[in-house]
């Protein structure tokens, strides 16, 4: 079998206990050393908090990974080691035995896979600005992957509009979490109203449920803005990205080197501010995500 999950993973799911599916490309590429590993070990206990089971995925000894151990996850936290693994590359990664760090569009289609319904990341890919701009395969993974996915929106790299706009034409139900517009990553908001809103995890899980009963072959995406302490100035965070754009069309960087390139050279632009953003949003995420997993059990068990 090419996908395999953990022993603490699988045991909660077949007992009905809450499991949180992760990704582990933002450990392998979008942070560096030492941040990825105290991202790491904030987002593990965020999760365990909340009374809900991490499963960090990856592609690792030819086969699809679903809930790592602290030794195999540590692989990853070594700069350049993993490649980057979306849905796409997943045959070949296993194919080849390849070290694979897994991103948002591979790391739902697992957890779906093995029967996890709710994932956390920090922002989702999305579309890019330009004349002809790349566009995430995040968004169609997310079209037909029937999860909830915390997240703190479109990264701050994307055209916010834009990528509300495709989301909206692939089916995907962008949700605000205590929030009326769109969060923007490492700004608490962008100029994009959101139709649907939820307050609790408690609201989000019944939303969830409804959802998986219906049959609704999309996913939701749970949107928690940046805690305003360390979020960032709209304006200049539009700014620094302009420039970290700059800097990538001169550098001729092009396909999954994109978003690596572009955060560190956001995180550069920002004198290191978007990375402690990027740092307190992923733990509150992955929080967030315990939270309405464990709701989801709870009201799974009433039943």
Same mark, same amino acid.
């Not at 999860?147 to 929106?153: A, D, E, I, M, N």
């Not at 920002?270 to 990375?275: A, E, H, I, N, Y």
């Given at each position: 079998?090419?996908?395999?999950?953990?022993?603490?993973?699988?045991?909660?799911?077949?007992?009905?206990?809450?499991?949180?599916?992760?990704?582990?490309?933002?450990?392998?590429?979008?942070?560096?050393?030492?941040?990825?590993?105290?991202?790491?070990?904030?987002?593990?206990?965020?999760?365990?908090?909340?009374?809900?089971?991490?499963?960090?995925?990856?592609?690792?000894?030819?086969?699809?990974?679903?809930?790592?151990?602290?030794?195999?996850?540590?692989?990853?936290?070594?700069?350049?080691?993993?490649?980057?693994?979306?849905?796409?590359?997943?045959?070949?990664?296993?194919?080849?035995?390849?070290?694979?760090?897994?991103?948002?569009?591979?790391?739902?289609?697992?957890?779906?896979?093995?029967?996890?319904?709710?994932?956390?990341?920090?922002?989702?890919?999305?579309?890019?600005?330009?004349?002809?701009?790349?566009?995430?395969?995040?968004?169609?993974?997310?079209?037909?992957?029937?999860?909830?996915?915390?997240?703190?929106?479109?990264?701050?790299?994307?055209?916010?509009?834009?990528?509300?706009?495709?989301?909206?034409?692939?089916?995907?139900?962008?949700?605000?979490?205590?929030?009326?517009?769109?969060?923007?990553?490492?700004?608490?908001?962008?100029?994009?109203?959101?139709?649907?809103?939820?307050?609790?995890?408690?609201?989000?899980?019944?939303?969830?449920?409804?959802?998986?009963?219906?049959?609704?072959?999309?996913?939701?995406?749970?949107?928690?803005?940046?805690? !305003?302490?360390? /979020? =960032?100035?709209? &304006? #200049?965070?539009?700014? %620094?990205? $302009?420039? *970290?754009?700059?800097?990538? @069309? +001169?550098?001729?960087?092009?396909?999954?080197?994109?978003?690596?390139?572009?955060?560190?050279?956001?995180?550069?632009?920002?004198?290191?501010?978007?990375?402690? !953003?990027?740092? /307190? =949003?992923?733990? &509150? #995420?992955?929080?967030? %995500?315990? $939270?309405? *997993?464990?709701?989801?059990? @709870? +009201?799974?068990?009433?039943?």
């Amino acid at each position: 079998m090419t996908v395999l999950v953990a022993d603490d993973v699988a045991e909660a799911l077949v007992a009905g206990r809450p499991v949180v599916a992760l990704e582990t490309s933002v450990i392998g590429q979008g942070l560096p050393d030492p941040e990825n590993r105290a991202c790491a070990a904030s987002m593990t206990d965020a999760i365990a908090a909340a009374g809900a089971v991490p499963a960090w995925t990856a592609v690792l000894d030819g086969a699809v990974r679903v809930g790592l151990e602290e030794p195999e996850l540590a692989r990853f936290f070594e700069p350049g080691a993993a490649v980057k693994v979306a849905r796409r590359d997943l045959a070949d990664a296993v194919a080849r035995g390849a070290l694979g760090a897994t991103t948002v569009s591979a790391t739902i289609w697992a957890a779906h896979r093995v029967g996890i319904a709710v994932a956390a990341t920090g922002g989702i890919g999305g579309v890019h600005r330009g004349a002809r701009p790349d566009v995430s395969a995040d968004l169609l993974e997310l079209a037909r992957t029937p999860v909830l996915l915390v997240c703190g929106g479109p990264k701050s790299i994307v055209d916010p509009a834009a990528t509300a706009e495709r989301l909206e034409e692939l089916g995907v139900a962008v949700v605000g979490y205590g929030v009326d517009r769109l969060p923007f990553f490492l700004a608490r908001e962008a100029d994009v109203a959101l139709e649907h809103r939820v307050d609790r995890p408690e609201e989000a899980a019944a939303l969830l449920r409804a959802h998986l009963e219906l049959g609704v072959e999309a996913a939701i995406l749970l949107c928690n803005a940046v805690d !305003a302490a360390e /979020a =960032l100035d709209p &304006d #200049n965070l539009l700014r %620094a990205a $302009a420039a *970290a754009e700059d800097r990538l @069309a +001169a550098a001729g960087v092009t396909g999954k080197a994109v978003t690596p390139f572009l955060l560190a050279a956001l995180a550069e632009e920002t004198g290191g501010r978007s990375l402690r !953003a990027n740092l /307190a =949003l992923l733990e &509150d #995420n992955a929080r967030l %995500a315990g $939270a309405v *997993a464990a709701a989801l059990s @709870a +009201a799974t068990s009433e039943r």
